[in-house]
């Protein structure tokens, strides 16, 4: 395909057990909707979450490209919150996207940039995320706020299932912003949705203060990435993250749309994102609403675990005793983990181990498969951070040790091989 011969290694290691599907049957649904698929992530950089023992068991994300890679991959470095760098893999044909798939990349977690523009995003992600006990109708509902504030603002909503529990809602914004006037875009449009919902959604961050639908701001924060569109899903049913027209979204439902159903689908529609990229639009008009709910005397929200404390924001979570001091600011919760750089702090290490469930990650809206781990993270840095929190104003009274790396360290899997990375397992939402 695109020209090349592209091997798949082990093609019938099944990587769906409820359906039988195997790893073959992913790269061929990947061909069969290459077009749609491509859309979603082409000349992006890609995050490889990689299923590398099927859909039921863990998966790692890896930010930096393998380094025996054919020399037809193209690579562009991206940084990292931290400060790091690491040269991420970006797809732009056929060949491509069948060569991350044979890597055990069931979904597809493009950033919002092009890698000709790392520093401007050029899209809007709105993340609806129901919490426990949410039914669809529900995210459904919420989804037609959102596209009705969208149109308010001057942008343009694309829908989506999540391929999961939610649905997505894509805008196309002309690349002149940085990250951060993105996410503060986004945190105005979640804001606003909860003021025209305040009974089906929310943007609180904090787990106590949810209800109904979660409209996740953070997800266009610099470091994030979602499932893009026609991603297969680590589902048991193989559900992919399916494109929709408004018309559709009310009588939708995720579990129609699976490995199987989109060939057909995409037969018959063709590719419903075609029109995406002729309608790319300002987001002055939200960061405007922004700065009018600044001046109202709303603070900054909640930034992710993997950031640094920023100006304005919450200086903890609801419930948390203030004496814990600038520490507690580390023990934040929320978005899809893994994805972070950075890492845990000492808190926030202290309770994810707290909150760990067994063969489970837990999250807003749920328990994955199995337990996510960073294969990119420095063994080296929770004890760099444990002794940077020790030394921050007000750390000395917080009753808080500094802890070591054989500390945070989890014990190799069984099964696992002496390579297994030394590193904490990402149990956090």
């Excluded at 991350?100 to 809007?124: F, K, S, T």
């Excluded at 579990?255 to 590719?271: C, E, K, S």
């Excluded at 520490?327 to 702090?345: K, L, S, V, Y």
Aim: charged content about 25%; aromatic content about 6%; overall charge neutral.
């Amino acid at each position: 395909m695109a020209g090349r011969t592209v091997p798949v290694s082990n093609p019938d290691k099944v990587y769906f057990p409820q359906t039988g599907h195997t790893k073959l049957d992913v790269v061929r649904y990947y061909l069969t909707v290459a077009e749609g698929a491509l859309r979603g992530v082409a000349g992006r950089p890609m995050i490889l979450k990689r299923f590398v023992h099927g859909a039921a068991e863990q998966a790692f994300f890896q930010k930096r490209a393998p380094s025996a890679r054919p020399d037809w991959i193209e690579t562009v470095e991206l940084s990292f919150p931290s400060g790091r760098t690491a040269e991420e893999v970006v797809v732009r044909d056929a060949a491509q996207l069948a060569w991350v798939a044979n890597l055990g990349c069931i979904d597809l977690n493009p950033h919002p940039v092009r890698a000709d523009d790392l520093d401007h995003p050029d899209e809007l992600r709105v993340d609806l995320d129901p919490v426990p006990g949410v039914e669809w109708p529900q995210i459904v509902a919420v989804a037609l706020v959102a596209r009705a504030v969208l149109d308010d603002f001057g942008l343009a909503g694309w829908p989506k299932t999540s391929g999961s529990r939610g649905m997505h809602v894509y805008a196309r914004i002309e690349p002149r912003w940085t990250f951060t006037e993105v996410r503060s875009a986004a945190v105005a449009l979640a804001r606003e949705i909860e003021r025209r919902a305040p009974g089906l959604a929310t943007s609180r961050w904090w787990k106590e203060e949810r209800h109904g639908v979660f409209v996740d701001y953070n997800q266009n924060a610099k470091d994030r990435t979602v499932a893009s569109a026609y991603s297969v899903r680590p589902t048991q049913d193989a559900r992919v993250s399916a494109p929709l027209t408004w018309d559709e979204v009310a009588d939708c439902r995720p579990d129609a749309f699976t490995i199987d159903t989109m060939p057909v689908r995409f037969a018959a529609v063709g590719d419903l994102t075609a029109g995406i990229d002729d309608q790319a639009g300002s987001l002055q008009p939200l960061l405007g609403l922004a700065a009018d709910q600044a001046a109202a005397g709303l603070p900054d929200a909640p930034w992710p675990p993997h950031f640094d404390k920023q100006a304005g924001e919450a200086r903890w979570r609801p419930g948390r005793a203030a004496q814990v001091g600038d520490a507690a600011d580390r023990d934040r919760q929320g978005g899809e983990p893994g994805r972070g750089d950075a890492g845990p702090g000492p808190v926030e290490a202290a309770a994810r181990r707290r909150l760990a469930v067994p063969g489970a990650v837990r999250r807003a809206g749920g328990r994955d498969a199995g337990p996510v781990i960073d294969l990119d993270q420095d063994p080296a840095e929770p004890a760099q951070r444990a002794r940077r929190a020790a030394a921050r104003p007000g750390a000395a009274g917080s009753g808080l040790r500094p802890l070591d790396r054989r500390q945070l360290a989890p014990r190799r899997p069984a099964g696992a091989s002496r390579a297994w990375p030394a590193c904490a397992p990402i149990v956090g939402s």
